[in-house]
């Protein structure tokens, strides 16, 4: 329905000159006071229907790219509201009428609140049960990048700022925070299934009479075959070996193994891009081999790759490939999905049924540590951090010009590395204590060499490049951003300053940004409001 019909409809008034918004058709529309609703997720080019009179639903509208809006209940916009609605090409009309008969008549003609957005189109691999979620902000203060919120009493996650760390995940109380896995029932679709175990997915097991006692285990869940993800780290490593010694690398190179970190320096230190390794994840170049001989084998058989994750940020990695990568991977499990049934086929297991499925040596194998990647790269001068906010630290002074003398980088997102994932089964420092029984093996069978080593390093590069991801600035116009940061500094200064979290926010400064952004209003503050009110 055009919009200039709808004004006939409700008896509304334009009050902004605009003679493309009068034409325009529209199909849905949305109705709250809440501009908090409004970034819940909406149909571009929808209706706001709101008696809210604040600048910030003209903000608000914008971000989420609301091309209209209706003022109910004989609301008069203020000429701030008109203006802004003006300089963004928004159309502002207000009617006389009540925001519920507004709602009523558009719903008779035809207009509806429209789908929500779906699930699965979200980029990031986290979702929220809501009805284990009671609003404790246990998940918004961890958050490092300060993604999540609590709106009516329910976590809300940005996925532009959300780095996929799995932090949410880990101090839930309630496990509300869930990753979004596929099921093992999904091999059915392919006709060669093929499996990629994290290398931490070894480690959560102890006692383990042999590697190839557990690669066999995996095996025996229904997969045709099975590639180690350490066989890529020990391509990687002798890739990264080479290409340090050579001189020819910006120092200090930082690791690009944890794709948190990948997104960590995107986000917030953009000044570090050019120092982070060119080379591609492991499981990425595992699997492109993986699939490249199943091809030879099977040449019309439908193959499937299938990896065995042990945190969200790599199965998130994966599922937005499309950024940075472009990924051979088909489907992402879980460990924690997996894990029982490893373990009865390890405790069925005869000692005939082992197959020798092992392919690379200790190298690749020690990746799943602190400091493993970092001692195949050929010197001491390097730095191994775990832990996203001790890696935050370190990133800060390097932008400073104070770390020196170092030339490598290893920085994971979670304290104990991989084996400290957050779909990781055992604790920790017992899995690094059952790696190292494994790493020991390898040792003793292969020594220090190389079983795999980086062919054509070009190959091994990512497709596409690390981009700068401005979601934390306050607008693309500096200008505005200026403004806007002065609004950020007067909203804070009239703030408490205690960073309680009432309010939903982590901070008192998140919830001035907030403010500024449109998502939020100042009377969400309740320390503010029953301060005033005595």
């Not at 690791?255 to 050019?274: H, R, T, V």
């Amino acid at each position: 329905m055009k919009f200039k019909d709808i004004l006939r409809l409700i008896d509304g008034e334009l009050l902004c000159e605009n003679r493309e918004a009068m034409e325009k058709e529209y199909s849905y529309a949305f109705a709250t006071d809440l501009m908090s609703n409004v970034m819940l997720g909406n149909v571009d080019d929808s209706i706001l229907i709101t008696s809210l009179v604040n600048p910030q639903v003209i903000r608000a509208s914008e971000m989420m790219n609301m091309s209209a809006i209706i003022l109910t209940s004989g609301k008069s916009a203020t000429d701030t509201m008109i203006q802004l609605a003006d300089n963004r090409n928004i159309a502002l009309a207000a009617t006389e009428l009540p925001t519920f008969t507004v709602c009523g008549k558009l719903h008779n003609v035809g207009i509806t609140e429209g789908p929500t957005t779906d699930e699965d189109e979200n980029i990031t691999s986290i979702r929220l049960n809501p009805d284990r979620c009671i609003g404790c902000i246990h998940c918004v203060r961890e958050c490092p990048t300060e993604a999540i919120r609590v709106r009516n009493w329910k976590a809300v996650v940005d996925p532009e700022r959300c780095i996929e760390c799995g932090m949410c995940i880990k101090v839930c109380p309630r496990h509300a925070m869930r990753p979004i896995v596929d099921p093992l029932q999904s091999m059915d679709d392919y006709d060669v299934k093929i499996a990629i175990p994290s290398s931490a997915f070894l480690g959560q097991f102890e006692n383990v009479p042999s590697r190839n006692h557990l690669l066999t285990a995996i095996k025996q869940l229904g997969f045709d075959d099975v590639y180690e993800e350490a066989i890529g780290a020990e391509i990687v490593s002798d890739a990264t070996r080479r290409k340090y010694l050579s001189g020819d690398a910006k120092l200090p190179i930082i690791s690009s193994g944890c794709p948190s970190i990948l997104k960590l320096i995107q986000l917030k230190f953009p000044n570090l891009i050019d120092y982070v390794s060119e080379y591609r994840p492991p499981v990425e170049i595992v699997a492109e081999m993986a699939r490249k001989e199943a091809e030879e084998k099977h040449p019309d058989a439908k193959i499937g790759i299938f990896y065995i994750a042990p945190c969200t940020s790599k199965i998130s990695f994966i599922r937005e490939s499309d950024e940075i990568i472009e990924t051979d991977v088909d489907e992402m499990l879980a460990i924690g999905d997996v894990y029982r049934q490893v373990l009865t086929n390890l405790k069925g297991m005869k000692d005939s049924d082992v197959e020798n499925l092992e392919r690379t040596g200790m190298t690749g194998l020690r990746w799943t540590s602190p400091g493993g990647e970092s001692l195949a790269v050929g010197t001491d001068r390097f730095i191994a951090i775990d832990g996203i906010y001790e890696v935050m630290e370190i990133f800060e002074q390097i932008e400073k010009d104070k770390l020196i003398n170092v030339d490598f980088i290893e920085a994971d997102a979670c304290v104990g590395g991989c084996l400290g994932g957050s779909l990781t089964v055992e604790n920790c420092y017992s899995a690094r204590a059952n790696m190292k029984r494994l790493v020991d093996e390898a040792k003793h069978k292969y020594g220090n060499k190389y079983v795999n080593v980086a062919g054509n390093a070009q190959s091994l590069k990512r497709s596409k490049e690390l981009k700068y991801r401005p979601v934390l600035q306050l607008d693309e116009d500096l200008n505005v951003a200026i403004k806007k940061m002065e609004e950020l500094g007067n909203v804070l200064s009239e703030l408490p300053g205690i960073d309680c979290g009432v309010c939903g926010a982590p901070t008192c400064k998140a919830f001035a940004e907030d403010v500024v952004r449109g998502t939020m209003t100042e009377r969400a503050c309740l320390i503010n409001r029953r301060t005033r009110k005595g």
